[in-house]
């Protein structure tokens, strides 16, 4: 069977010039992730130097932010599957806008405090969760198939851009009116998001499965884990990410708190290295269609993974200091830039050769694996650095960063000379493993690598 051709408005199937409802798609999604980078910079400050908070109590946060992906990966996956896609991203980000509004307001009333933020942290996890799915899920309805790994590059390229341009406006807003004040920010951020999206021409319903006899979420959600566990290549994809996820969740939950204390950068700092990493994401989705037609996705992927090992490096050695601070920044962009090449190729990849009604609960499979690491990731960085100290947690996520090299290495994907161009025919799983192969015709071509 062939794959279904996207719903696309009339003339937008051949190019993504003038592609009103991938544009709009766009913009929403910029908007929103803009505005979430002013508050990845306020939220550290806003709990490290106003609120006192510990290593400990900082892993918690960041734990409590990734539990909901854990707790509801695999259910919405199968919710999205069946659902309209654009109406759930306009209801999650107007939910989002009213929930980090709650901490300027708890600084006006004097309320604000460590269990607030964590709340809020709770509530907007899982909003996010309902949120990604749904906007990653739309984008094979939204585009042609030979324009898939075109589209997510671009989408990597402008949330590269939006989350340089709102982490160095959020140090700015920060540094003019506090942190708790850029909240406010962020939640416009969110409203201009859901009116984005209320304007995206109808992609239409539920892929054709999506209209299937309903049956238990359960049984649901056991197809997208077999579908990930049975096909070979997706399987290895999931598997480097996973681990990359639990490391990067065990680095990330102290990364703005070991800049904040050990290496003094303060929110000024903070904000130059959060966006110099924004800017490498930036150049590295703009190059990943290049990269990969010139190297093939099999080499991308493995040296992508590669150079995220290495530049995590240079964290271990920080010490006070502005010289200190330029490397850093250097190497947050030559890690971000090879996490957007790799993150774009493996997605582009995945949703090539998922069957169209599979499309959210395989992600979600893969969402639930490899963000739902992460509170358990942020908990063990805890544990680790209020037991032996906070460098020797970033040396154990360091160190985990080189498995899913070698798991890369050993794999088919390192063999894959070029992108595949359609996905399996629907109906036994156990088959699907058999379409993969690296030998197709490439296709015209969004952190870490993630899912």
Request: aromatic share 4%; charged share 10%.
């Amino acid at each position: 069977m062939s794959l279904p051709t996207p719903r696309t408005p009339s003339g937008e199937g051949a190019s993504l010039r003038g592609h009103r409802a991938f544009t709009g798609y766009l913009a929403g999604e910029s908007a929103g992730l803009a505005g979430s980078s002013v508050h990845l910079v306020a939220l550290p400050v806003l709990a490290v130097l106003e609120l006192d908070a510990s290593a400990g109590q900082v892993t918690l946060l960041a734990s409590l932010s990734h539990l909901p992906t854990f707790l509801l990966a695999l259910p919405t996956g199968a919710v999205v599957d069946r659902q309209h896609k654009r109406a759930l991203m306009v209801g999650t980000d107007l939910a989002a806008a009213a929930i980090v509004a709650v901490i300027p307001v708890a600084t006006l009333t004097g309320r604000l405090s460590m269990p607030v933020l964590c709340v809020v942290a709770l509530l907007l996890g899982a909003v996010t969760v309902v949120h990604q799915a749904a906007a990653i899920a739309i984008v094979p309805q939204l585009v042609a198939p030979a324009l898939l790994h075109q589209a997510n590059s671009r989408v990597g390229a402008a949330f590269g851009a939006a989350d340089t341009a709102g982490t160095y406006l959020g140090t700015a807003v920060v540094a003019l009116v506090g942190a708790a004040r850029a909240f406010w920010l962020d939640s416009l951020s969110y409203l201009v998001s859901a009116w984005c999206a209320s304007r995206i021409p109808n992609p239409g319903g539920p892929a054709a499965g999506g209209m299937r006899r309903r049956r238990r979420i359960a049984g649901e959600i056991g197809e997208g884990l077999a579908y990930t566990a049975r096909t070979p290549l997706v399987r290895d994809l999931v598997l480097a990410l996973t681990v990359t996820g639990f490391a990067t969740g065990l680095t990330g939950a102290l990364f703005a708190f070991h800049l904040l204390t050990a290496v003094d950068a303060g929110p000024v700092g903070l904000g130059v290295v959060m966006g110099a990493s924004g800017v490498g994401a930036l150049v590295g989705a703009l190059l990943a269609p290049r990269i990969v037609a010139r190297f093939g996705p099999g080499r991308t992927l493995v040296a992508g993974f590669a150079t995220c090992a290495v530049t995590d490096v240079p964290l271990l050695l920080a010490r006070p200091g502005a010289g200190w601070l330029a490397v850093l920044a250097l190497a947050g962009a030559c890690q971000l830039a090879a996490a957007a090449v790799a993150g774009t190729t493996q997605r582009s990849l995945r949703q090539q050769i998922c069957p169209p009604e599979l499309q959210s609960r395989a992600q979600q499979t893969s969402t639930w694996l490899v963000s739902g690491s992460k509170p358990f990731a942020a908990l063990t960085g805890g544990g680790l650095a209020t037991a032996y100290g906070v460098r020797v947690a970033l040396l154990a996520g360091a160190l985990l960063l080189l498995v899913p090299v070698a798991v890369l290495w050993r794999s088919p994907v390192r063999r894959m000379a070029a992108m595949p161009v359609a996905a399996p025919a629907v109906g036994d799983l156990g088959g699907v493993g058999g379409v993969v192969g690296g030998n197709r015709s490439p296709a015209d071509r969004p952190g870490k690598p993630g899912p």
